[in-house]
RNA sequence: GGGCGAUUGGCUCAGCUGGCUAGAGCGCCACGGUGACAACGUGGAGAUCAUUGGUUCGAGUCCAAUAUCGCCCACCA
């Protein structure tokens, strides 16, 4: 016996002390070592101000195991964590602190305001990372990084002006989408569009000089305070005459034209538009082209300006209230429809966006979108699973200008200095002293600052040193894989590439492998409004971070949205407390001599021989499973090894050697017991690091932590067919004898004479050999091997397999009625087996199209099932004649 | 309007390149306090793999269509 392991399996004994002892020994640290390969993971930056929640603990559970298995591997790995500063989002935040306080941003200032955003960023910073330790991450601390670090500010500066300087950052007046809430515009991937059940308004517009109207369909009739012209289809015969003519605009009374444009589809509504250039996309395509100048009549927020007249000041949805009142009252309304429409609202507060007119700066995104795709078609960048390559292709190829600048404080500011004398706009890494074309001294930086995703799109390489030529940024870069949700794909993955490739040459990694989302038992969305969130740190409290982490890594696959239930936890909770259990078991039984030597393979038994070659089989499986991402599979499979194989049948087989004293039989079993159960943890130690590291530690003489220790390889000289195949037989004679038995009920204390009826000399043989097996496994009392049935009696109940007959007499306890039944029962299952095989069999075909080995397996399962067959008609004839 | 995903025992899901006698966990039924584990063991019941066609020697797996649910994208006022 080695040493003792408290009795259940308690995860928080040992957590946080193991979590300290890997950090303590810098087992997360990341060197550059030539000798090695390297396999970098960059961690997808949590909000510095946020809390874990599932899907962080999800996508970090498995970059946690990919970190642990690359490093067992023997790679030098870096997993690198860091923190975004999520500016709307923060900002946001702290505006309402100080709004609980009675104060403004504007009030307060800037600078005092961004002091408050630091504050509380240092505040509320490190809660996540401490979350992220309860998980079990191996990252890298040292290394953290936080977008807004002056390293990674300095790369942001430096792409901005390079990009600025190719030409592929301009500032310019186009519509953009406008948060009244945030008062910031926002790009087009932070609009959500939501089907709204809404109205769409028919206004008649009266024809200057004339007694007629044109009536317009529009679905914000508020904002028929900026229309400047009135379109119709050039072909459309309705309106023909109306072109070049002048309409009045209704309450508002200006004159404007009718114009013809493709633009307009004479099929929708009156046929006739209303064209608003300032607030609305199409319209201000079509004010372009007809030069129709602009007019903004909102403020940004959402109120509208003096251009409203006698609206000003009103609210939009007043403001359109009062206007269709006013205008059903003028005697301009035509008609009120219900109609379907898709709204954009700001992803971050949900406010309905306003499209409107706005001097922003934007990336021109079709230069750099070429190369971005081409990665991907070339094989450059895969997506796991693939599908999603489809969407990032999909998304690239119709993508349009990124608007970047952000009406906020919190982030950083554009090096973009202007003139206050002549206008001059200057891009640069230091603040100019005065203007580079008319020397004033008058100068002053853009206010704004820069879309979060402008940061986060440098990720990959700004944590690395980037612009500098870093020892980290060339070994480490480029990455190995991403992981992460598939809803940031737009606002995230495809940045990185673009901005990588552009700034690299280089795609920032090999794969993204995405996750879906984590929802409740019932499939809903786990959010705060619901309350239906699971907090991962609950979870972990209650049953242990390793059970958490096989919950959220088993029982889906990539990209699928998967259903948390604490049912599952608790079973793998239990599958913990199984490993912990057997581990117990083999220790009691372990001398800690005899454990460290070599297993001497001319004393290996059947059931030794069979399981060395079942973990040969798993550890290749679980690989080859890892490699491709295949993580729940890798798994389940490591699961089912571990309780049924090796627990289920290799300890309850070798029992008795343990207690018997055949020494070398006994030390032997001792040897195969602790050696598969290092495979175990190792295999195991990616998924389950806690428990494994912990077991590990409490093997005899363990020198290294199991975190560094090497992951097993596949042996093919451990590979035995024979016993698997003879272990096969020996458990099939055992569940069909267990079996029988009880559905005979026949309790298991009574122990009976095993009689095995073959003539099989390979059977025979194993039967013989493995008598142990029946004694122990299948209530047996005494074993006889005979070949015919003679002497036998009725009085037993028997089991039918190939080329082998088992029965076990037991006077006294049968019921014939109802082993009748159940030889029936077993008779119409080999019927249908039957019938299969000789179906296909029989089928030309088949026989001469299907590949060798599938034909000949057919082949061997109907020798079997014919075989089997006979013996049951046999019993079963014998039986009834007995009745 | 386009695109995608899901549909497998009562529930939640696996099932990778077609060969499967369709698996697991939970739940259910029966038995079991045996010297790792009742957070357990043993045995059992329970599935025409959504429907319909097709390809193939062979389809849960590939193709097409349909249905239901869910998601994403899209400037039609």
Known sequence: ???????????????????????????????????????????????????????????????????????????????????????????????????????????????????????????????????????????????????????????????????????????????????????????????????????????RYPIKGEDRFITIATTRPETMLGDLAVAVNPEDERYKDLIGKTAILPLVNREIPIIADDYVDMEFGTGAVKITPSHDPNDFEVGERHNLG??????????????????????????RKRIVEDLEEEGYLVEVKDHDNSVGHCERCKTVVEPLISKQWFVKMEPLAKPALQAYYNGELNFIPDRFGKIYTHWLEGIKDWCISRQLWWGHRLPVYYCEDCGETMVSREAPEKCTKCDSENIYQDPDTLDTWFSSALWPFSTLGWPENTEDLQYFFPTDVLITGYDIIFFWVVRMVFSSLEQTGKVPFKDVLLTGLVRDALG???????????????????????????????????????????????????????????????????????????????????????????????????????????????????????????????????????????????????????????????????????????????????????????????????????????????????????????????????????????????????????????????????????????????????????????????KDLIDFDKEIERLEKEKEKIEDELKRARGKLSNKDFVNKAPEHIVAKEREKLKKYEDMMEKVVERLASLKSNQ
Not at 49 to 63: P, R, V
Not at 296 to 319: C, P, Q, V
Request: glycine share 6%; with cysteine.
């Open 1 to 203: 016996m080695v040493e003792n392991l408290p009795k259940t399996y308690n995860p928080k004994d040992f957590e946080d002390r193991l979590y300290k002892f890997w950090k303590d020994n810098e087992y997360f640290k990341a060197k550059v070592d030539r000798n090695k390969k390297p396999f970098t993971i960059m961690m997808p930056p949590p909000n510095v101000t946020g809390n874990l929640h599932m899907g962080h603990a999800l996508n970090n559970t498995i970059q946690d195991v990919l970190i642990r298995w690359m490093r067992m591997e023997g790679y030098e790995t870096l997993w690198l964590p860091g923190t975004d500063h999520a500016s709307i989002s923060t900002e946001a935040k702290v505006v309402e602190k100080i709004s609980a306080e009675g104060k403004t941003k504007e009030e307060l200032g800037r600078e005092a305001f961004i002091e408050e955003a630091w504050d509380w960023t240092r505040k509320y910073g490190g809660t996540i990372y401490n979350q992220l330790e309860k998980l079990g991450v191996s990252c890298d601390w040292s290394r953290k990084r936080f977008t807004l670090d002056e390293g990674l500010s300095r790369a942001v500066e430096e792409v901005f002006i390079r990009l600025y300087e190719k030409g592929l950052i301009y500032r310019g007046d186009r519509i953009i989408n406008w948060c009244p809430s945030c008062k910031t515009a926002i790009s087009d991937a932070e609009v959500e569009h939501k089907d709204t059940l809404g109205n769409i308004w028919h206004i």
């Open 294 to 319: 602009q007019c903004i009549i909102m403020n940004e927020d959402g109120t509208i300006n003096e251009n409203g007249g006698k609206y000003n000041g009103l609210d939009r949805y007043e403001a």
């Open 524 to 810: 809903r969305k786990m959010s705060k409004s619901l309350g239906n969130g699971i907090d991962p740190l609950y979870v972990i409290n209650e049953y242990g971070a390793d059970a958490l982490r096989f919950t959220l890594v088993t029982g889906n696959t990539p990209g699928n949205d998967m259903r948390f239930s604490m049912e599952r936890v608790e079973a793998n909770r239990n599958f913990a407390n199984k490993l912990w259990n057997a581990t117990r078991f083999v220790l009691m039984n372990l001398d800690e001599e005899v454990a460290m030597e070599d297993i001497d393979s001319e004393l290996l038994e059947e059931e030794d021989k069979w399981i060395l070659s079942r973990i040969n089989t798993v550890i290749k499986e679980v690989t080859e499973n890892l490699e491709k991402y295949e993580i729940g599979l890798a798994a389940q499979k490591i699961y089912d090894f571990i309780w049924d194989e090796y627990c289920d049948w290799y300890i309850e087989m070798v029992k008795p050697r343990l207690y018997g004293n055949n020494k070398d039989s006994k030390e032997t079993a001792e040897k195969v017991l602790i050696k598969v159960l290092e495979n175990i943890l190792k295999l195991l130690h990616p998924f389950m690091p806690f428990i494994t590291e912990e077991i590990w530690q409490h093997l005899p003489q363990r020198k290294e932590a199991l975190i560094v220790s090497k992951w097993p390889v596949y042996d093919e000289k451990n590979k035995d067919l024979e016993a698997e195949k003879r272990m096969a037989f020996i458990m099939d004679a055992i569940k069909g004898i267990r079996n029988a038995r009880q559905e005979m009920n026949i309790p298991p204390s009574k122990k009976a004479t095993i009689i095995f009826v073959t003539k099989d000399e390979k059977i025979k043989d194993i039967i013989d050999y493995g008598k142990r097996y029946f004694i122990n496994l299948a209530s047996g009392e005494n074993i006889i091997i005979q070949e015919d049935k003679n002497n036998l009696g009725e009085d037993n109940v028997s089991v039918v397999l190939d080329r082998c007959e088992i029965f076990v007499p037991l």
